[in-house]
């Protein structure tokens, strides 16, 4: 086949998404596909048969980079009729669309739960005027009522808010979870336990609830503190992994001695089994990968119902909730915390390369209808 991927910037060290079209595509073009990349900017591939298609975009501010990106893709696609066009978002013009952030309309509604409830929809009258909202909702109107691609959803709740907004049929949508590198993340990692705990300052017999996010605000780190000061009377500490800054070191004055702020890292294989519970309060969140990556290590996961990888939890391995509800986290860390077993049987997740296969199937369907028609 012929594949072109839409992505911004081609670089595995940006983002998900970022990583997924990296990964996507010298997996594909391993396989023996010739692979076209259709990007603002990009890191050299790895393989020949990956080439790089830049475009001249607005940079500033994002909704133009966004709305210039997609019409240049746009203007290029359409010169390579022979190919397979598969894309993530900030474009419409495509074959096969996977929305890894999941929908727009969906992840607004839930992004501004993080505002008291008496200001809610003045934000989301506010936001609705932004230029960035206008073109990221035109952008999927386009998507869904135009182009109507074939849909790779990553979670079954993000095949629902599709069904939802857009009354796109089953048949066009297929439910393909994001996978997980399985060789690097298991239960076998518990040798380095004591470890990771030295290295951060934990002892041996605490009980460590860990929390990992690069966008601390978006995913509930608020709601994690006002959980963490219902729950004074126990003894524990959380490990908090990604991007930190003075605002939030300010927010946890009065629990300095709970929280630990680790930065980033770069064996976060190592860092789950150290821990005994990862809490994920996400506002919205397509398919979190450190859900699984926790469950695979084999640790207990708290998360909230709005993320699509809760429907892999179940009573035996952790607790979903409401969003933006702090007692609810705070009862759930407690039923944790009380009840904590010599650890779980590690959940089996598809490998990465499993899921590619499955979306390469996808693609050699719409090209062998193609070829027919």
Request: proline share 5%; aromatic share 10%.
């Amino acid at each position: 086949m012929k594949i072109c991927i839409a992505i911004e910037k081609f670089n595995p060290h940006v983002g998900g998404a970022e990583r997924y079209c990296w990964d996507f595509a010298h997996f594909l073009a391993e396989r023996g596909h010739e692979v076209e990349i259709i990007c603002i900017k990009a890191k050299d591939p790895l393989h020949p048969s990956i080439h790089i298609i830049e475009v001249m975009c607005i940079r500033f501010p994002q909704a133009l980079r966004h709305l210039s990106f997609a019409v240049m893709h746009y203007l290029k696609a359409r010169s390579l009729p022979e190919h397979i066009h598969f894309c993530v978002g900030n474009t419409f013009y495509m074959d096969v669309y996977q929305p890894h952030g999941g929908l727009h309309r969906a992840w607004f509604l839930h992004d501004t739960l993080r505002y008291p409830d008496y200001l809610r929809k003045y934000i989301r009258f506010a936001k609705r005027l932004s230029l960035k909202d206008v073109v990221q909702r035109e952008l999927e109107n386009r998507i869904f009522r135009k182009s109507r691609p074939e849909i790779i959803a990553i979670s079954k709740m993000v095949a629902r808010d599709i069904r939802s907004w857009f009354n796109c049929p089953d048949k066009m949508i297929h439910v393909i979870p994001n996978g997980i590198d399985l060789s690097k993340f298991s239960t076998e990692n518990k040798k380095y336990a004591l470890q990771v705990r030295s290295r951060y300052g934990l002892e041996p017999e605490d009980f460590i609830f860990l929390f990992v996010a690069n966008n601390l605000t978006l995913k509930g780190f608020d709601v994690l503190l006002r959980a963490c000061r219902m729950l004074d009377h126990l003894d524990f500490k959380v490990l908090v992994v990604g991007t930190e800054d003075v605002r939030n070191r300010k927010k946890d004055r009065d629990l300095s001695d709970v929280i630990r702020f680790a930065g980033r890292s770069e064996d976060l294989e190592k860092i789950y089994p150290a821990c005994d519970c990862l809490v994920h309060p996400s506002y919205y969140d397509a398919c979190s990968l450190v859900v699984l990556e926790a469950l695979a290590s084999g640790i207990v996961v708290i998360t909230t119902s709005t993320n699509g990888a809760s429907m892999f939890i179940t009573k035996d391995n952790g607790h979903v909730i409401d969003p933006d509800d702090p007692g609810a986290l705070a009862a759930a860390m407690r039923e944790v915390y009380y009840h904590k077993g010599p650890g779980l049987a590690p959940m089996q997740f598809q490998d990465q390369v499993d899921v590619f296969s499955k979306v390469e199937r996808v693609l050699l369907n719409i090209s062998s209808k193609n070829l027919k028609g």
